[in-house]
């Protein structure tokens, strides 16, 4: 099973999908509906369209987002130069990304002379996926993760096709999406409080351009005859469809504007209808999970986004920790009258010591350990007894 957080995901990531036996050829079309079905180009990822399907659940968004990144990556790949050889597609995406480098992306800090293709790729991608806020940010922020990584797919394939990325062209689409966003939210008859946690994820997520100074006032003075290929059409539109959508009604007014623009790139209005009808149904689908529908204070935010981080911690490690953890009775009995009855001080302490010490021979539980760490451990004691085997409790009667 891959571990997008270790090192060595993409080489484990090719050798388990196998793509030399079965090439995932396909059509422009297909290709962008597949995707789109996973989220991708919602920023909400729900599955990795892959050959031999790819567990997800319990993994962190980042590491959802990295594998769907490379996955979506490798298909556009295959589909511009019908070649499926990984290491062929690793390094023009490496020769890609140096391209590109943007504005705060300093590739020959995580580009290290000793690293394979490979490694350097999963360094890249690690970056890629962030949004450009601050570590800080992010913690008391919903949006975790970069929404606008197809962009470096569109950008990908015009590399593929020209041998270089156009100049300024992601300069251009990124401004292009805001300005389509920016159009289609002055659209919208009714208002909603999504429309400003829509516009932060964007300006999360974009690296060439600012939301505030992409000032558009009709589709006219777009210029979208620049966009030529299906793939950023679609795109386009199905950017709109999503910053128009509000409880699953569209008005006239906004449909006409999504026709309109669709009309505009020559693009066919079955795609407009069809898009409107996927928009709504996945967002309808998977509104409680999407973070620019479900605002909440930033501290409880906080709070809530480190219990989930630790408890995926605690259940990725949960063998080891239970083997550890039984190996203490001491440890063992303090915790299961943690369940009853609150522990005096003293006892407090000594579950506090003890776990701090198990935590030391498990690095991936190092967390607790760091600076502020241990306003983390109530979470972890208050979780334990819940994995720990239902013989557990058997110790509170042994030593009543």
Not at 49 to 78: M, R
Not at 165 to 193: C, D, F, H, N, W
Request: charge should be neutral; aromatic fraction near 12%; proline fraction near 4%.
């Amino acid at each position: 099973m891959i571990n997008p957080s270790a090192p060595g995901w993409i080489d484990k990531f090719f050798s388990e999908q196998k793509f030399s036996e079965a090439i995932p050829f396909e059509t422009v079309d297909s290709f962008y509906y597949k995707v789109r079905e996973t989220g991708f180009i919602y920023g909400h990822i729900i599955a990795i369209d892959s050959q031999v399907p790819i567990p997800i659940k319990g993994w962190f968004k980042t590491e959802i987002s990295k594998v769907a990144l490379l996955n979506t990556l490798y298909h556009v790949f295959c589909l511009e130069k019908r070649n499926s050889e990984p290491k062929n597609f690793i390094s023009e995406v490496l020769t890609f990304y140096k391209q590109m480098n943007p504005e705060g992306f300093n590739l020959f800090k995580i580009l290290l002379p000793k690293d394979t293709p490979s490694l350097s790729l999963e360094n890249i991608i690690d970056q890629r996926v962030q949004t450009n806020d601050s570590i800080i940010s992010k913690n008391f922020s919903h949006l975790v993760t970069n929404a606008l990584l197809f962009i470096d797919v569109l950008a990908f394939r015009q590399y593929l096709e020209h041998g270089e990325i156009p100049e300024k062209y992601l300069k251009r689409i990124e401004e292009t999406v805001l300005g389509i966003v920016g159009l289609a939210l002055k659209t919208k008859t009714v208002k909603s409080q999504h429309d400003d946690l829509l516009i932060k994820l964007f300006e999360a997520s974009i690296r060439y351009s600012k939301f505030s100074k992409v000032t558009v006032e009709t589709l006219e003075t777009l210029n979208l005859e620049y966009f030529k290929n299906r793939l950023e059409q679609y795109y386009l539109i199905d950017m709109a469809g999503m910053a128009l959508w509000s409880d699953g009604v569209v008005e006239n007014e906004e449909s006409y504007f999504l026709y309109a623009l669709g009309s505009t790139m020559g693009v066919p209005d079955d795609f407009v209808t069809k898009s409107m009808d996927t928009t709504n149904t996945f967002i309808t689908t998977h509104k409680k999970k999407i973070p620019y529908f479900n605002y909440s204070n930033p501290v409880k935010h906080f709070y809530d986004q480190m219990t989930h981080s630790v408890v995926k911690l605690i259940i990725r490690n949960k063998n080891r920790l239970i083997k550890e953890i039984v190996q203490s009775k001491e440890l063992m009995v303090l915790l299961a009258y943690s369940t009853t009855r609150d522990l005096d001080a003293k006892e407090k302490k000594k579950v506090k010591k003890q776990l701090l010490d198990i935590c030391k021979t498990i690095p991936s539980l190092t967390i607790f350990l760091l600076p502020g760490g241990s306003l983390l451990l109530p979470i972890l004691i208050k979780f334990i007894p819940t994995m720990l085997p239902s013989a557990f409790n058997e110790n509170l009667d042994e030593n009543e």
